[in-house]
């Protein structure tokens, strides 16, 4: 009868396990509930009628003791410890019988013990954040992200071979420095990110109630591109009328990855640029460069890195052209006559099209300064948003992208260890028990090239090559005189005149329908009940 199972017991008998994978039509088993009834109401006042008995000495002031009239004695009296006392020692059972009977299960729930995390959540949920504050948040941005945007621009000078910074005579001046960080991610080896891969379960994606099942087990985050993230959303609305918080997701942050944000403003630049090959646009510069395939925009292979760089080598010739004009030289050779401060002053006087990525970031701006708590926001921002596999400062990298690794290791490694791909063959259970020393063999084939110093592919452009692209580029330019105000000048083919695309996306976002779609997406009907009962019999029905 002392067994701690005794209660759990009890509790089924009054209402028996209903399983979550049941219907709900189903009518449920009625068990031994009318006998149990019967037994509560011919032992409940007698258990009340002791507890009462108990608080009487709390209450009862003996008429010999003067002390109980003193002042000292009346304004001691505390009613929350009184109360607290009553609630949890004296009399819990009478305490539960009274507040049950005062409240309906509605006026509970309402006036339940608000987490405080979660009353600033719903207060920023009834307060999104508008037009105007981003504007605000932009300008407030300017302003911290100016020095970065300025050594920037700089560094186009102090990179050039030419320029030869190892024997300018201001080389240690402190304008010629990076700037302090913002927020400053730790590095170091024993900060370096542990990773652990988890073995590929096959898990169809057809609808909604093929993953579903899956989040009934805590995970401490989910990785993906934008597309994750919309299906995500659209699980949070298919369950918004689960029996629980939990059932409904309530847990999960979502946040998008920045690598695929890259992505897309790329492909739109691409979108936006490309031109002819007669005009002035990326497809000029990407024949000079001989880049032939990023003629074309594709989401496979090296596309983005390609695509990345080449718009890098671009805006990097055409700054180190308008810094030339700015300062009156002819080369960057000869900004080593200027001091760090001319050279810091130049620098700062030189100073769209997808719209599921604008939602992503309305919604990251949203939370960011209208619902999360200052602890979640930390959280985010330093072990959300970037990864540092090796600990080395610079060698951070988006989650997103570090998945986009691991993909390409594991397919990698795969012919690395079975010598040969299998393609759609391979099995699934294979799969499963590789995973999880994919990043074993990523470390040891790093560690062997070292110690064997073996030729391999390089990760990066060397310099030499890069400069090459930059040279041809600015000869490019140059000899256009596209960089050069001519009055009366216009463009003839209609393909090469570019829009104001920046402009038109600020109109969009003032006059469009993206903040009320986002608004509209944002908010819906959600149920407040809190029934664990079921969910907690229906595991163990399972279990057993």
């Known amino acids: 009868m002392k067994s701690p199972l005794l209660p759990k017991i009890l509790h089924h008998w009054w209402k028996p396990p209903h399983s979550s994978t049941a219907h709900s039509w189903k009518r449920a088993a009625e068990g031994g509930r009318p006998t149990l009834t019967k037994f509560m109401v011919e032992i409940w006042p007698t258990v009340l009628t002791e507890e009462l008995e108990g608080l009487r ?51 509970d729930k309402k006036n339940q013990r608000k987490n405080p995390d979660t009353i600033q959540q719903a207060i920023g949920m009834k307060n999104p954040i508008t037009l105007s504050n981003i504007f605000l948040l932009s300008f407030d941005a300017k302003k911290r992200l100016w020095p970065y945007i300025t050594h920037r621009v700089l560094s ?28 400053k991610l730790p590095h170091g080896k024993e900060n370096a990110t542990l990773q652990f891969l988890l073995g590929s379960v096959n898990i169809p994606e ?15 985050g989910e990785c993906g591109d934008q597309l994750t993230i919309d299906r995500l959303w659209g699980l949070f609305h298919y369950r918004a009328r689960d029996s629980n918080s939990f059932e409904q997701l309530d847990w999960m942050l979502l946040v998008f990855g920045w690598f ?31 880049r032939k395939g990023l003629l074309t925009t594709s ?20 700054i180190r052209i308008d810094l030339c004009s700015l300062a009156n030289v002819d080369s960057i050779s000869q900004l080593r006559n200027k001091s760090p401060d001319e050279l810091l002053a130049l620098a700062e006087t030189f100073g769209g099209g997808n719209s599921k990525y604008a939602m992503e970031v309305l919604e990251l701006l949203q939370a960011l300064h209208q ?37 390409k290791d594991i397919k990698d490694k795969i012919v690395l260890v079975t010598y040969r791909s299998d393609g759609p063959n391979i099995k699934w259970e294979y799969l499963k028990k590789l995973h999880p020393a994919i990043p074993i063999i990523h470390s040891l084939s790093e560690h062997m090239e070292k110690q064997f110093r073996t030729l391999t592919r390089g990760k990066w452009h060397t310099i030499p090559k890069k400069e090459k692209d930059v040279q041809k580029l600015e000869k490019l330019f140059q000899d256009s005189k596209y960089h050069t105000f001519m009055p009366g000048r216009k463009l003839k083919a209609g393909k090469d005149k570019a829009k104001d695309f920046i402009a038109k996306g600020v109109l969009k976002l003032w006059e469009g329908n993206t903040l009320s779609n986002w608004m509209n997406n944002q908010t ?14 229906g595991d163990e029905a399972e279990g057993s």
Not at 67 to 88: C, F, H, R, Y
Not at 156 to 183: A, G, K, R
């Open 57 to 107: 000495a709390f209450f009862l002031s003996p008429s010999d003791n003067e002390e109980d009239v003193a002042e000292n004695t009346l304004t001691s009296w505390d009613l929350p410890k009184i109360i607290e006392m009553i609630q949890d020692q004296a009399a819990p059972n009478l305490w539960k019988t009274l507040w049950a009977l005062a409240y309906t299960s509605h006026q």
């Open 299 to 318: 989401i496979r292979g090296p596309f983005h890195h390609h695509l990345d760089e080449a718009l890098k080598h671009i805006a990097e010739a055409r």
């Open 524 to 537: 819906f009907e959600c149920s407040t009940e809190e029934d664990w009962e079921d969910v907690e019999s």
């Open 206 to 220: 057809a609808s909604y109630e093929d993953p579903s099942p899956n989040y009934r087990v805590p995970s401490s």
């Open 371 to 407: 619902e999360w708590p200052e602890e979640v926001k930390n959280f985010v921002q330093e072990h959300c948003w970037m990864l540092n596999m090796s600990g080395k400062p610079d060698a951070y990298v988006s989650v997103d992208q570090m998945q986009e690794h691991n993909i």
């Open 156 to 183: 186009f000078i102090l990179e050039v071979p030419e320029f030869d910074l190892s024997t300018y005579s201001d080389q240690t001046s402190s304008e010629l420095q990076p700037p302090q960080s913002i927020h």
């Open 260 to 290: 695929h944000l890259q992505m897309a403003f790329a492909q739109s630049l691409h979108k936006q640029y490309l031109g002819t090959a007669k005009g002035q646009g990326l497809r000029k510069s990407f024949n000079v460069m001989k």
